[in-house]
């Protein structure tokens, strides 16, 4: 038997571990908040930027689509257009593809959508 309740389970990637480096006093947090969007890539651009478009947004990155490197280049630049750390954005599908699915942890949907609206408009 255990002293006290059972530490509330998630899955791994949305767990947050608070304690010390012995594992005593460890805190399960509950399930961090997830949004899901999806975006444009277009690779191979003059500058790494994210604008809205009327599709939707539009990450452009200087780096070719070559063994993940555009991939990279887009969550970084999504994690500085949206004021995010990188860890917290997840390609969840199109990983070889131009149309993306992001899942970003730890953010309201409704706060994400302000940040969206706040990008700038492609000309």
Not at 49 to 65: F, H, I, K, N
């Amino acid at each position: 038997m255990t002293d006290g309740p059972a530490p509330l389970m998630s899955p791994l990637r949305n767990m947050l571990t608070v304690g010390s480096r012995q594992g005593k006093d460890t805190v399960y947090l509950a399930s961090m908040p997830e949004s899901s969007f999806y975006i444009q890539v277009k690779p191979k651009s003059s500058r790494n930027e994210v604008v809205r478009t009327a599709d939707g947004p539009l990450v452009r990155v200087t780096a070719p689509p070559v063994e993940g490197a555009a991939n990279t280049a887009v969550i970084k630049t999504l994690a500085a257009a949206l004021g995010i750390p990188k860890s917290r954005i997840t390609i969840t599908a199109g990983a070889t593809g131009r149309l993306k699915r992001v899942s970003i942890a730890g953010l309201e949907p409704t706060v994400l959508e302000a940040r969206l609206a706040q990008l700038p408009q492609s000309p």
